[in-house]
Each structure stands twice: as structure tokens, then as C-alpha cells.
């Protein structure tokens, strides 16, 4: 009997020990914990399954599958060990049976948020594009529909003056319907009447305030349906053997070329940016609104827009799928987005307000710098970034190059080579927003 307990405080010890490691960062130290663990009580589900994460995060998926699939042939049921199973088959390119695993975990937890995102892109890249809408549909329910399970609940109850401005504008370029009119318009003014009393500065609302705005403040309050186009949505005259060649040519990896989408798709998707309330990132960047695929940017064009335009250039993106788009919206004209990097292999930019709103033709656009940062470069966060960034780049600026904005112009480069908007000057009013969108394709270290 006192073996019995000598032997079960030892595990708890362990147990212990290796949270305690792993919490701190300890991983190496927290891993021999867990195989400790493992050594005393082979099946333990908790020692397996966060054994198996951190031997995923250090680089080894085949060896953390082998421990998610030891603990869930004893417990089927555990619905994060098959979450990170389907990613440690993500990572091994085995993206029919990860699919399978994420929707295991569905059917385990149906609000499983990050599970249903992961569906989301492995669909589309697959070319499931109505499954892959499904998802994201569902991602954006958790976050801001009827079962939103409080992952944006800070985004429900702040804001800034530029943003609610932003809305307020947003709701009075609807168009006009006898049932909605009036409501918009009051919207508006509500809208305005408390940007009135706040800043530039992101600031909690009070309850008088979150009241004036309304329970659908920051929600989907109008979303624009935006449907596939039959006939496709990327210019099919894209000439991919010269943007395929122009990238080659531009060391480390850099093309650009006018006429992406066409005229229809333009069209509809200036038409959704400009009509749906998906605007509902306003602290990523100050000045800026955004929109990511998860949270009301995915609709069947954008999807659309995707798909097609990594099959236009297979030898390229063909090994590299989606992983991420979002749409930036600057509210003051003149800011600019400062130099950053993007984590993944290739991104594409492009632009979709028209030429008129830009008053300097020959700026506006895209400054890419062709100096790749050492191979260990961590990607932080967009404002911890910059100063680093910034001195890297100093005594480099002959490695600029500057592409001029053009509405329908895009521009793709190696995700690794820092980027930053080249002087706005764009003039005020709500339909003169310069409204970049970016796609993401591949992971970093995929090249």
C-alpha cells in the first residue's frame, strides 16, 4: 500500500512538473516529464496528448501522429487529440485524412471554432468551394452570430471614433429599400452620436453607449450577397508564363501586372467590400479597418478569386494553398501601412478602389524591399515589428522596389521580403477608401 502511494505521488509529481515546464517554456524539460509519466503509467491520456504537442511544435509530426493515434485508440472521444492530429497530418501533407480528423472533432464539439476554420481551407484547397463556405459561414456565426461563443466579445465592446465614422458612412451607402431606409439612417446617426464622444484611441464602451449602438454593433447588421460568377473571376488572358517569369527574373521573387479580376468580378466584389458590415478588426492597425476570411470576408467570389488564381499559376502556387486572406481599409488618406513581413510562402496584393479616389497616380502603391531577413526572422506582431524591421532596412533602400497603385493591379512576392504601403494620398470620403486585399498561400519555409 505505501508503494502504491509512493508511486502514485510520484506521477502526480511529474504531472506537475511537466505543466509546470511547458507553461513556462521549458519544453525540453517538459517533454522528459511526460515520457517520465509514460514510463509509470503507459496509457495516461494527458501525458500522450500534450507529449504529442510539443513533439509536433519542435518539428516532428510523424512522431507526435504516432502518440495522438496510441491515446485515441483508447479514448475516441478526445476531441483535442483529434483537433491536433488533424494538424500534425496538415503538416505531413496529408490533407484528405486531416480533413477527416477536424471533422471528427466537429462532430464532437459542433462550436469547435478552429476546427471548422481549418475545414474552411483545406476545402478550398481541395476545390470544394461550397464546403469550404460552410465553414467559414460557421466561423463567423461563433464569433458574431447567434452562437457566438465570446471569442470577439472585446471587438463587441470598443471602438474608436474612425471606426464608428466608418460604420455610420457604411450604413448610408446601402441602398435604399423601403423596409431598411429608415433604419439605416438611424443606425447612422446613433452611430454618430457616440463616435462623438470618444477618440481616435480604442476605448471601452459604457453601457449607455454599447445600448445607443444596439445589440448588432459590430455584427453582420448587412451582409452583400456576392455569388460565384459563371465564366470565372480571374481575367482567364492573365499571361501566367510572363508573371511566372518576372517573378524568376525579380530576385528574391517579385511580379506585377494590371487587370486581375474582371471587369464583372471587380465590379461585385467593390460592390461587397463596399455594402456588407465585415469591417470589424479596427485595432490590428490604427487608422485602418479590416476583414479576415473567418470573420466576414469569406463569400463565394472571394473564394472564388482563390482558387482561380492559384490554378492560373501552377508552378508557383500550386504547391502552396491558402492559408489566409484578409482585406485592409485605410479611413485616413494619407496613412500608410509600415513595413512588415508576411508569415507564408507567396503573397498576392491587389487593389480595388478606383483610380480617381488615388490624387498622386504615380504613388499609392506598394513598396517591396528585395532583401530577404536572416532565416530565424521571427514575425512578432505588426507594431513590436517595425522598429526591428526598420533597422534592418536602413542603409538598404537601393533593394526598394516601388510599384504605383492602380485600381485591379496585383502584385505578388515572396511572403519573407519585407512590404509597406508607398505614400497614400488618397482623398477623403467614404467610396475614396483605399482597400487592399491580400492572400496568403503556403506556410513560412515552404518555398
Given at each position: 500500500?505505501?508503494?502504491?502511494?509512493?508511486?502514485?505521488?510520484?506521477?502526480?509529481?511529474?504531472?506537475?512538473?511537466?505543466?509546470?515546464?511547458?507553461?513556462?517554456?521549458?519544453?525540453?524539460?517538459?517533454?522528459?516529464?511526460?515520457?517520465?509519466?509514460l514510463?509509470?503509467?503507459?496509457?495516461?491520456?494527458?501525458?500522450?496528448?500534450?507529449?504529442?504537442v510539443?513533439?509536433?511544435?519542435?518539428?516532428?509530426?510523424?512522431?507526435?501522429?504516432?502518440?495522438?493515434?496510441?491515446?485515441?485508440?483508447?479514448?475516441?472521444?478526445?476531441?483535442?487529440?483529434h483537433?491536433?492530429?488533424?494538424?500534425?497530418?496538415?503538416?505531413?501533407?496529408?490533407?484528405?485524412?486531416?480533413?477527416?480528423?477536424?471533422?471528427?472533432v466537429?462532430?464532437?464539439?459542433?462550436d469547435?471554432?478552429?476546427?471548422?476554420?481549418?475545414?474552411?481551407?483545406?476545402?478550398?484547397?481541395?476545390?470544394?468551394?461550397?464546403r469550404?463556405?460552410?465553414?467559414?459561414?460557421?466561423?463567423?456565426?461563433?464569433?458574431?452570430?447567434?452562437?457566438?461563443?465570446?471569442?470577439?466579445?472585446?471587438?463587441?465592446?470598443?471602438?474608436?471614433?474612425?471606426?464608428?465614422?466608418?460604420?455610420?458612412?457604411?450604413?448610408?451607402?446601402?441602398?435604399?429599400?423601403?423596409?431598411?431606409?429608415?433604419?439605416?439612417?438611424?443606425?447612422?446617426?446613433l452611430?454618430?452620436?457616440?463616435?462623438?464622444?470618444?477618440?481616435?484611441?480604442?476605448?471601452?464602451?459604457?453601457?449607455?453607449?454599447?445600448?445607443?449602438?444596439?445589440?448588432?454593433?459590430?455584427?453582420?447588421?448587412?451582409?452583400?450577397?456576392?455569388?460565384?460568377?459563371?465564366?470565372?473571376?480571374?481575367?482567364?488572358?492573365?499571361?501566367?508564363?510572363?508573371?511566372?517569369?518576372?517573378?524568376?527574373d525579380?530576385?528574391?521573387?517579385?511580379?506585377?501586372?494590371?487587370?486581375?479580376?474582371?471587369?464583372?468580378?471587380?465590379?461585385?466584389?467593390?460592390?461587397?467590400?463596399?455594402?456588407?458590415?465585415?469591417?470589424?478588426?479596427?485595432?490590428?492597425?490604427?487608422?485602418?479597418?479590416?476583414?479576415?476570411?473567418?470573420?466576414?470576408?469569406?463569400?463565394?467570389l472571394?473564394?472564388?478569386?482563390?482558387?482561380?488564381?492559384?490554378?492560373?499559376?501552377?508552378?508557383l502556387?500550386?504547391?502552396?494553398p491558402?492559408?489566409?486572406?484578409?482585406?485592409?481599409?485605410?479611413?485616413?488618406?494619407?496613412?500608410?501601412?509600415?513595413?512588415?513581413?508576411?508569415?507564408?510562402?507567396?503573397?498576392?496584393?491587389?487593389?480595388?478602389?478606383?483610380?480617381?479616389?488615388?490624387?498622386?497616380?504615380?504613388?499609392?502603391?506598394?513598396?517591396?524591399?528585395?532583401?530577404?531577413?536572416?532565416?530565424?526572422?521571427?514575425?512578432?506582431?505588426?507594431?513590436?515589428?517595425?522598429?526591428?524591421?526598420?533597422?534592418?532596412?536602413?542603409?538598404?533602400?537601393?533593394?526598394?522596389?516601388?510599384?504605383?497603385?492602380?485600381?485591379?493591379?496585383?502584385?505578388?512576392?515572396?511572403?519573407?521580403?519585407?512590404?509597406g504601403?508607398?505614400?497614400?494620398?488618397?482623398?477623403?470620403?467614404?467610396?475614396?477608401?483605399?482597400?487592399?486585399?491580400?492572400?496568403?498561400?503556403?506556410?513560412?519555409g515552404?518555398?
Amino acid at each position: 500500500m505505501v508503494g502504491g502511494d509512493q508511486a502514485a505521488g510520484d506521477l502526480q509529481g511529474l504531472i506537475e512538473r511537466a505543466a509546470t515546464r511547458q507553461q513556462v517554456g521549458r519544453l525540453e524539460e517538459a517533454e522528459a516529464a511526460y515520457r517520465a509519466v509514460l514510463d509509470l503509467a503507459p496509457g495516461h491520456s494527458g501525458a500522450l496528448h500534450n507529449l504529442g504537442v510539443l513533439v509536433a511544435r519542435r518539428g516532428d509530426p510523424s512522431a507526435a501522429l504516432e502518440l495522438f493515434d496510441r491515446l485515441l485508440a483508447s479514448e475516441p472521444y478526445y476531441a483535442s487529440a483529434h483537433f491536433n492530429r488533424g494538424n500534425a497530418l496538415r503538416a505531413l501533407g496529408r490533407d484528405r485524412e486531416a480533413i477527416q480528423a477536424f471533422r471528427s472533432v466537429t462532430a464532437l464539439e459542433p462550436d469547435h471554432h478552429d476546427a471548422h476554420r481549418a475545414l474552411g481551407f483545406l476545402w478550398l484547397a481541395a476545390g470544394e468551394r461550397d464546403r469550404s463556405l460552410d465553414h467559414f459561414a460557421r466561423t463567423y456565426d461563433l464569433r458574431r452570430g447567434e452562437d457566438r461563443n465570446g471569442m470577439a466579445n472585446r471587438s463587441l465592446r470598443t471602438a474608436t471614433r474612425l471606426k464608428l465614422q466608418h460604420d455610420a458612412d457604411l450604413f448610408r451607402h446601402l441602398p435604399p429599400r423601403p423596409r431598411d431606409g429608415q433604419r439605416f439612417e438611424t443606425l447612422a446617426r446613433l452611430y454618430e452620436s457616440v463616435a462623438a464622444d470618444i477618440s481616435d484611441e480604442v476605448v471601452e464602451l459604457s453601457e449607455n453607449q454599447l445600448e445607443t449602438l444596439g445589440p448588432d454593433y459590430n455584427g453582420p447588421v448587412h451582409l452583400r450577397d456576392t455569388p460565384e460568377i459563371l465564366g470565372g473571376a480571374v481575367n482567364d488572358g492573365l499571361d501566367a508564363a510572363a508573371i511566372t517569369r518576372m517573378y524568376r527574373d525579380t530576385a528574391p521573387g517579385v511580379a506585377w501586372f494590371d487587370d486581375l479580376l474582371t471587369p464583372k468580378a471587380l465590379s461585385l466584389l467593390q460592390r461587397f467590400l463596399r455594402e456588407s458590415t465585415i469591417w470589424h478588426d479596427f485595432s490590428h492597425i490604427g487608422g485602418f479597418v479590416a476583414a479576415y476570411l473567418e470573420d466576414g470576408l469569406a463569400c463565394p467570389l472571394v473564394l472564388q478569386i482563390a482558387d482561380e488564381f492559384r490554378a492560373a499559376l501552377p508552378e508557383l502556387l500550386g504547391p502552396h494553398p491558402l492559408t489566409q486572406a484578409w482585406a485592409f481599409k485605410g479611413l485616413k488618406g494619407e496613412q500608410p501601412i509600415d513595413v512588415h513581413a508576411d508569415d507564408a510562402a507567396v503573397s498576392l496584393n491587389f487593389w480595388v478602389t478606383p483610380d480617381v479616389a488615388n490624387r498622386n497616380p504615380d504613388r499609392g502603391g506598394l513598396v517591396v524591399y528585395r532583401e530577404i531577413p536572416p532565416p530565424d526572422w521571427p514575425i512578432v506582431d505588426y507594431d513590436e515589428d517595425r522598429a526591428r524591421i526598420r533597422s534592418f532596412l536602413a542603409g538598404r533602400d537601393d533593394s526598394a522596389l516601388t510599384i504605383p497603385y492602380r485600381e485591379n493591379r496585383a502584385v505578388l512576392f515572396d511572403s519573407r521580403l519585407f512590404h509597406g504601403s508607398d505614400a497614400p494620398d488618397f482623398a477623403p470620403g467614404y467610396e475614396n477608401h483605399r482597400i487592399n486585399i491580400t492572400m496568403l498561400f503556403g506556410g513560412a519555409g515552404n518555398l
